[in-house]
């Protein structure tokens, strides 16, 4: 892909246990891109995120992402499963965190976290402990910080998995509005077919054992997105289409 | 009566209960004064010996107090340092427990022979029976961090000093915080331990001599009115580490 | 002469035994056993107790050991204390006990000091900069030395009942029974340490008195008659005749520690004249006057250690036991050696 702006060539990740968790896997990411991970567990999507935030490196292969190039500006922002808050600190202090850490002070940044707390419905949380949230509005939260800093490339590491449906469908709106009003690259791991189907431009289905790219699944579903997308034909095809590549992803794993 | 009203009459309530149990003990059963002595007579002692007792009451606080803020700067001094040097932890950790498990009355006469100053004396061998559970658990207390709330970190490029400061500090504090309530009680009575030691009756002398004297010269009604002093320090201070426990941590603990 | 059947012979011995039911009492000490309990001892090794009708169970105290509130308590019958500022304690608190015999007619408390460092004179002392004194005596003689001698309390350094500090700090004086200490710092530290008796010097306690409770002396002065009498038998025979049996049971009642330091201390006793002086060379061992009581807490009351009027004279001693010349025959038989 033509500047792309992440890139894995043949990588290769062998955990110091002797787990084979990637091999030879392969992907481009164009700015601004919305791609997902689609696969069953095991099968190094995780891994994948984690490689390109620069929190792991390759044992072999060549991997190019803006957490690799600049090693002064974060430029790469991740959401946990786990929200991952601060419990220590209110809403507003951990939205703040980004920002706070590269310097800037909570008087100079209190518009733009204000802003992203409106934006994500938080704003009458503002000075409440993350104890005292939902599981749904700590996510938002992590979202928030996440889109605090304007961040170039954006991981999402399966956040809405211990959600229930409506919160989880919400939560997925405000995500696809959120990146339209400030493009970013984003991947987003994924085991839910239905999820991959509705946010992504573009799926890459993994198998397991090793950890390999299957299929790439491209969707032109124009955006913005709307609920009626999730009960046309065409978003069903698009879904059995992706089942059946999973379904074939676990086969060749289980060979 | 409120629920919660109720509950807190609980303890002073059980304590009066006591005391009245007590008193009445000792005078159906006329035991004498020298061998057990009621409340009213432990009462009346404290008022009579108010002056002597409150200057040796206050000579104790300050040696607790002392060793324990020292304590606490050697026990977080100590766990950082092991927190940043696994190699240092592993040879020098042993020697502090050595250290804990030392018992104080074995110490204090070696203590002595080295250091001339009684109250010197005293706040070392505090110190020794104090600082063991700050630096534990402020050093489990920095372990403690979420692998997530560190890759965060490592995300934003935090700087050494940032981690500091925001994550490892607030993590550990729980811990620390536990670890001073323990250190507390630990104090006041290697405080007393020590005294009753390597104290030397005449000069600045706290509770301990004072139970001491009042067993040697069978003025037991007196020796009663320091322990009570004694178990009272023991119980304010662990209400007073239990509202700065709170205060600290309530917002998310 | 008739045979008498195994089971007339039996009977006899039982009824015996029955009709001479010996009376039992505990008796507790101050210390691990040593030379200074000498009497006592004797008196259970050679049987003197059992023909004065006494099972006599001794306990002996130790450094860790608080003896005391046994007494008033119930626990014991009789107890051994070092001087009489205890029997002063008691009575002034109304504690329900009193002297019945003082075995020791000189207290041999003492201070010890290096050689040639410049304490061959009492007043020397006050002026060493460490002085190694025990809590017991920290809060009673150490007080009488302070008003009345000069000490002072920057000196003072608690005497953990090792010598080690005053071995390893030529300066220091330290506390010790004259009978006793001089000869373990000979032993270990290999050299005679200057010995200055408290007694020589205005403390003129009684010492190693026998203490029971008051309500012991009313209702079983009998026994407490035999125990006194019994006891001072004892010292004579320790003393002068043949001890090697309480030195046996000595040792085993403290392992560590030595015949050799036995024999000394008997010697520095006699030489002394810690037991056997004064009243008591014609009065019998145990020995007492009201006197010298009444003087002693007089001088107490000047070293500030009693108010006037606190501790009520009548209460402290009872003579009924001693001055009946109990022994003086029998040490005239052992030709007093």
């Known amino acids: 892909m033509p500047d792309a702006l992440i890139s894995l060539t043949a990588i290769d990740k062998i955990f110091a246990s002797g787990i084979r968790a990637l091999q030879s896997v392969s992907m481009s990411i164009a700015p601004g891109e919305f791609v997902s991970l689609l696969g069953p567990s095991g099968c190094g999507k995780s891994t994948v995120l984690r490689l390109v935030a620069g929190l792991d490196a390759p044992t072999a292969g060549r991997i190019e992402a803006p957490a690799w190039r600049d090693p002064a500006h974060a430029l790469t922002a991740f959401v946990f499963q786990d929200a991952t808050l601060l419990p220590w600190a209110d809403v507003f202090d951990n939205v703040w965190l980004p920002l706070r850490l590269a310097g800037v002070s909570r008087q100079q940044a209190a518009s733009r976290v204000e802003a992203l707390l409106a934006q994500m419905g938080l704003t009458e949380f503002a000075h409440a402990r993350p104890a005292a949230l939902s599981g749904g509005m700590r996510m938002r939260v992590a979202i928030a910080r996440a889109r605090v800093a304007d961040p170039e490339v954006l991981l999402m590491d399966e956040p809405f998995a211990a959600l229930d449906e409506i919160t989880r469908q919400r939560l997925n709106a405000d995500l696809l509005a959120g990146w339209q009003a400030a493009p970013m690259a984003v991947m987003f791991v994924t085991h839910s077919v239905f999820e991959a189907a509705f946010l992504s431009q573009r799926v890459i289905v993994m198998g397991a054992r090793p950890g390999r790219v299957v299929d790439t699944v491209t969707i032109d579903e124009p955006y913005p997105r709307s609920s009626a997308f999730r009960t046309s034909p065409k978003y069903a095809d698009i879904c059995r289409h992706l089942s059946s590549a999973l379904e074939a992803a676990m086969a060749g794993s289980a060979a | 009566m409120s629920c919660r009203a109720f509950d807190r009459m609980l303890p002073g309530a059980a304590l009066i209960g006591f005391m009245i149990g007590w008193e009445v003990l000792v005078r159906l059963a006329q035991i004498p004064h020298y061998t057990l002595p009621a409340p009213s007579l432990i009462a009346q002692t404290l008022w009579t010996h108010a002056g002597s007792l409150a200057g040796s009451w206050w000579f104790t606080l300050k040696v607790t107090f002392s060793a324990l803020i020292l304590a606490m700067a050697g026990g977080v001094l100590l766990a950082s340092v092991f927190a940043l040097w696994r190699p240092l932890e592993r040879a020098f950790f042993p020697l502090a427990v050595m250290l804990q498990v030392t018992p104080v009355v074995a110490v204090a006469p070696l203590i002595l022979i080295y250091v001339d100053s009684t109250t010197v004396a005293l706040l070392l061998c505090t110190w020794v029976a104090a600082f063991f559970p700050i630096l534990s658990n402020t050093l489990i207390g920095l372990r403690a961090t979420d692998a997530g709330h560190r890759d965060l970190f490592h995300l934003y490029r935090a700087t050494p000093w940032q981690r500091l400061r925001l994550l490892l500090v607030p993590t550990a504090l729980p811990y620390f915080v536990a670890g001073l309530k323990i250190s507390g009680g630990l104090s006041l009575i290697g405080a007393v331990t020590a005294e009753m030691v390597a104290g030397a009756a005449g000069r600045e002398t706290g509770l301990a001599s004072r139970i001491l004297e009042a067993s040697f010269r069978t003025e037991t009604p007196k020796m009663f009115a320091a322990l009570a002093l004694l178990a009272f320090t023991g119980v304010a201070i662990f209400w007073l580490f239990d509202r700065l426990s709170r205060a600290l941590l309530h917002h998310w603990h | ?337």
């Open chain 3, 1 to 337: 002469m008739t045979i008498l059947s195994h089971q007339t012979l039996a009977a006899l011995v039982l009824f015996a035994g029955i009709a001479h039911a010996n009376d039992k009492v505990t008796f507790a000490t101050n210390w691990k056993a040593q030379a200074a309990h000498g009497g006592f001892y004797q008196a259970i090794a050679d049987g003197t107790y059992q023909r004065h009708q006494l099972d006599v169970k001794l306990v002996p105290g130790g450094p860790q050991v608080n003896n005391r509130p046994l007494l008033p308590a119930g626990r014991i019958d009789f107890l051994m204390t070092g001087n009489l500022l205890h029997s002063f304690d008691n009575v002034k608190n109304g504690v329900p006990t009193v002297v019945v015999a003082a075995m020791f007619q000189k207290d041999p408390q003492a201070l010890l000091a290096h050689p040639g460092q410049g304490y061959n004179t009492f007043d020397s002392l006050k002026n060493a900069p460490v002085a190694l004194i025990a809590k017991d005596g920290q809060f009673t003689w150490w007080q009488w030395l302070k008003a009345v001698h000069g000490f002072r309390d920057e000196a003072l350094k608690p005497y953990s009942y090792n010598l080690g500090p005053f071995l390893a700090n030529p300066k220091a004086i330290q506390q010790g029974y004259s009978v006793a200490e001089p000869i373990y710092v000979q032993n270990q530290g290999k050299f005679k340490p200057v010995v200055h008796l408290l007694a020589d010097h205005g403390f003129s306690t009684y010492s190693t008195v026998i203490e029971a409770r008051t309500d012991t002396v009313r209702d079983k002065p009998d026994v407490v008659r035999r125990f006194v009498d019994a006891s001072a038998i004892g010292w004579v025979n320790y003393l002068y005749g043949d001890r090697r049996a309480a030195n046996a049971l000595m040792l085993k009642d403290n392992p560590e520690m030595t015949l050799e330091e036995l024999e000394s201390s008997v010697a520095l006793m006699k030489e002394q004249g810690i037991v056997d002086s004064g009243e008591a060379l014609y009065n019998g061992i145990g020995a007492m006057n009201l006197s010298r009581i009444s003087d002693f807490h007089a001088q107490m009351v000047k070293a500030g250690l009693y108010k006037a009027g606190e501790v009520d004279l009548a209460k402290v001693a009872t003579l009924q036991f001693v001055n009946r010349k109990v022994g003086l025959d029998l040490k005239a038989a052992l030709g007093k050696h």
